[in-house]
C-alpha cells in the first residue's frame, strides 16, 4: 500500500480543521446512505452526529470517524420494509412502523457490540491475514469509486439520467479542479488541509460563475428529501407507547441486528486496523467495540439509523491532519451546527467538489502495491486478494473478510497439514525410534498414521515428539489410537517429549499412559488447545 500521508504530531489546528472538512464531506454520504435505507436524510444525519460525536469520545482510535454508512444501510432497507409490512398487518395498523423497527433493531445491535467489548472479542481482528486487508481496502476503494460515479446525473420531472453536454463538461472540470487543489496544495504549504480549500475555492467558482452544477441542496431534494433544516434529535417515546415489545418482536430484529452488529463491528475494526498503520501508532479495538455500541444504543433512541467507522472519512481526516479525538469531537459537532443554522449555504456547495475529494480517498485508500507484489506473493494469497476485492464489490464487506479469512485458514492448515515427518532410526537393543516433525493437527492426522507400521514394527517402538507440536485434541486423540493399534499387535509402545498439557490429557484418559509415557527435562513446555493472553495496549 503506498505512503498516504506522513507521521504528524497532534496540534488543535489541524484537528479542528480536518474536522470541519469531514463535517462537510459527511452530509452528502449521511443523505445518500439514508436514501438507501429508505428513511428520512435526517435520521441519516443524526446517526452520523451521535454515533461521530460518541465514539471520538470514547472510542479505542482517536482520529477515525464514525457514522451512517452503506455497508449497514443495504441490510437496514429490508428491515425498514418488512417492519413496514408488520405495521399495516397489526391489529391497528401502524403506517411507517419500520423506522421505529430501525431504531429497536440499532439498539439491540448496539448491546451485541458492548458484549464483544467487554469479552475482548475485539483482538481477533489481529487474526486477519495481510492480504484479506488488502483486498479490503481495494474492494472498499471501488466501492467509493462507485458510488461517486451515480453523481454524475440529473433530475428533471423525476427522471434521473446521466449529464451529457456542456453540463458533463462542468461537471468534471470542477472535479478535476478539486484534485489538482489537493495534490498540489500540500506541495505548497500543509498549514491548511487540501480538501477543505479545495471544497471552498470549487465552491466560491461554481456560485460566483453561475455555473448549472448539482448541489447539496439539489441532491437531497432530488432524492426526495426536503432539505437539510432540522432540529436537534429528540428522544423517541414511540419506542415504548407503539412497538410492540414481546417475543415476536425480538425474533423479527434479533437476526438483523447481529447481522448490523457484526458488520459494524469487522468494518470499524479493519478500519481501525488501517488507520493504524497509516498513523503509526495503536488503537484499542476492544474499547472501540465498547465506543461503537454505546453510540449505537444512544442513536437508536435518538432517531439514528446507526452506523459504524467510515474509511473515506477517517482517511480524509488523517490525511488533513486530524490526529486527536478533537477532530471527530468538531466533526460532529459541525455537522449538527450545518443542520441547525447554515443549512442554505451547505446546500449550495457544489457536489463536484465532494466527489473530487472522494477521487483523491480512492486514489489514496487502493493498494497501488498489490499490483507490484500480485506475481511475487504465494498463488493463494494473490487468489485471497482478489477474491476479497470482487466480493466486497459484489456483495458486502462482511462476506467479503469471511471469505478471506476462511480461505487463509483453510489454505494455512492445508501447508502445514503436508509438513508432518518422521525419520526412522534403531537404537543398539532394537528398539524402533519415530522422530515426528511437524505440527500434529487435525489436517495432519492422516499423513502422521500413515508414517507408521505396526504390523512389521519390532516388538519395541518409541515415538519422540520432540521437534513436533500436539496442536489440538484431533492430535491426542491420533496419539491414543496409535498407542491402541500397537497394543493390539502385543508390542511396547513408549511415547517421549510430550507436551504436558498432552501428557496430561492422556493420563486422565486412561491410566495405562501413565507406563507409556515417559518424563524427562527436555519435555516441550507448550500448551494444547490454549490460547496465548495477548495484552491490549
Same mark, same amino acid.
Given at each position: ?53 460518541? &465514539? ?5 482510535? *482517536? ?39 430501525? %431504531? ?24 486477519? *491475514? ?28 423525476? +427522471? ?26 500540500? #506541495? ?44 436537534? *434529535? ?14 415476536? &418482536? ?28 497509516? &498513523? ?19 442513536? !437508536? ?10 474509511? !473515506? ?10 490526529? !486527536? ?15 441547525? %443554522? ?16 472522494? %477521487?483523491?480517498? +480512492? ?24 477474491? +476479497? ?5 459484489? %456483495? ?21 497439514? #503436508? ?35 505396526? #504390523? ?19 492430535? +491426542? ?30 493420563? #486422565? ?29
Amino acid at each position: 500500500m503506498i505512503e498516504l500521508i506522513r507521521k504528524k504530531s497532534i496540534n488543535s489546528k489541524d484537528d479542528i480543521l480536518s474536522g470541519l472538512t469531514v463535517a462537510l464531506a459527511l452530509v452528502p454520504e449521511a443523505v445518500a446512505f439514508a436514501f438507501v435505507a429508505g428513511v428520512d436524510p435526517l435520521v441519516g444525519l443524526y446517526a452520523a452526529f451521535m454515533i461521530g460525536l460518541i &465514539t471520538s469520545v470514547l472510542g479505542g482510535r *482517536p482520529g477515525m470517524i464514525s457514522g451512517a454508512t452503506g455497508a449497514l444501510a443495504v441490510v437496514m432497507v429490508t428491515l425498514v420494509a418488512q417492519g413496514n409490512e408488520r405495521g399495516l398487518l397489526m391489529e391497528n395498523p401502524v403506517e411507517n412502523l419500520g423506522l421505529l423497527y430501525l %431504531f429497536a433493531t440499532v439498539i439491540l445491535m448496539g448491546f451485541i457490540q458492548i458484549g464483544a467489548g467487554v469479552f475482548r472479542l475485539g483482538k481477533f481482528v489481529r487474526l486477519i *491475514p495481510h492480504p484479506v486487508m488488502m483486498g479490503f481496502v481495494n474492494g472498499l476503494a471501488i466501492v467509493i469509486f462507485k458510488s461517486q460515479l451515480g453523481l454524475f446525473t440529473k433530475t428533471e420531472n423525476g +427522471v434521473t439520467s446521466y449529464l451529457t453536454g456542456i453540463d458533463l463538461f462542468t461537471m468534471l472540470g470542477l472535479v478535476a479542479l478539486t484534485m489538482v487543489i489537493m495534490y498540489f496544495l500540500p #506541495k505548497l504549504t500543509k498549514k491548511i488541509p487540501a480538501a477543505l480549500a479545495a471544497i471552498i475555492v470549487v465552491s466560491v467558482v461554481a456560485i460566483f460563475g453561475e455555473l448549472n452544477v448539482g448541489t447539496v441542496g439539489s441532491f437531497i431534494r432530488d432524492g426526495g428529501g426536503a432539505g437539510l433544516k432540522g432540529g436537534l *434529535p429528540t428522544f423517541q417515546s414511540e419506542l415504548f407507547s407503539v412497538l410492540p415489545f414481546n417475543l415476536d &418482536t425480538l425474533k423479527f430484529i434479533l437476526p438483523y441486528a447481529l447481522i448490523l452488529a457484526a458488520i459494524g463491528l469487522i468494518e470499524s475494526l479493519m478500519t481501525l486496523n488501517l488507520i493504524d498503520e497509516i &498513523t503509526e501508532t495503536r488503537g484499542r479495538s476492544n474499547k472501540e467495540c465498547v465506543a461503537q455500541g454505546t453510540a449505537n444504543i444512544v442513536t !437508536g433512541f435518538f432517531g439514528g439509523m446507526g452506523g459504524c467507522a467510515m474509511i !473515506g472519512q477517517s482517511i480524509i481526516n488523517v490525511d488533513s491532519g486530524g490526529r !486527536g479525538r478533537l477532530s471527530g469531537i468538531v466533526a460532529a459537532i459541525a455537522l449538527l451546527c450545518f443542520i441547525l %443554522f447554515a443549512s442554505s449555504y451547505i446546500e449550495m456547495i457544489p457536489m463536484a467538489a465532494l466527489v473530487g475529494v472522494m %477521487f483523491m480517498v +480512492v486514489i489514496g485508500t487502493f493498494a497501488w502495491s498489490s499490483f507490484r507484489v500480485l506475481n511475487k506473493i504465494p498463488k493463494s494469497d494473490a487468489f485471497v486478494l482478489i477474491a +476479497v476485492s470482487a466480493l466486497t464489490v459484489i %456483495f458486502d464487506l462482511a462476506i467479503a473478510v469471511f471469505a478471506g479469512v476462511i480461505i487463509s485458514a483453510l489454505v494455512f492448515a492445508w501447508e502445514n497439514a #503436508k509438513r508432518i515427518r518422521a525419520r526412522k532410526r534403531f537404537k543398539e537393543d532394537g528398539t524402533k525410534v519415530y522422530e515426528i516433525w511437524g505440527p500434529l493437527f487435525f489436517g495432519s492426522i492422516s499423513d502422521f498414521n500413515s508414517k507408521f507400521d505396526a #504390523k512389521n514394527d519390532p516388538d519395541s517402538v518409541e515415538i519422540d515428539f520432540i521437534e513436533s507440536r500436539v496442536s489440538d485434541y484431533s492430535g +491426542v486423540e491420533a496419539i491414543t489410537n496409535l498407542v491402541d493399534k500397537y497394543e493390539g499387535q502385543g508390542k511396547l509402545l513408549k511415547l517421549i517429549h510430550l507436551s504436558e498439557d498432552c501428557k496430561e490429557i492422556l493420563k #486422565k484418559a486412561s491410566p495405562k499412559f501413565n507406563e507409556i509415557i515417559i518424563d524427562d527435562v527436555d519435555d516441550p513446555r507448550y500448551y494444547v488447545v490454549a490460547g496465548e493472553n495477548v495484552e491490549e495496549f
